[in-house]
């Protein structure tokens, strides 16, 4: 499983980052989302009020241009 997070801006994504190592020991951080390959997550620091709006956007292109969403609802890429 695949996991892309958008996160609003910098605290939450340090905060993110170590809940996820926390919470999910068995998934590797990623760096690049196109590097994905068996259990691992992306997080995305969204940069704030409004450029999180045009991360959501590019974040959606992306996700699509893989073709796939789990069954939680949260973006499989």
Do not use: V
Not at 21 to 31: C, G, R, W
Not at 44 to 73: C, F, K, V, W
């Amino acid at each position: 499983m695949k996991l892309y997070f958008i996160l609003e801006g910098r605290s939450e994504y340090l905060l993110m980052s170590k809940w996820l190592a926390f919470l999910l020991p068995d998934f590797q951080s990623i760096e690049d989302y196109s590097t994905a390959s068996g259990k691992c997550y992306y997080l995305l620091d969204g940069g704030g009020q409004p450029m999180i709006y045009t991360r959501i956007s590019n974040a959606i292109q992306d996700i699509n241009e893989i073709h796939s969403i789990n069954a939680l609802g949260a973006y499989d890429f």
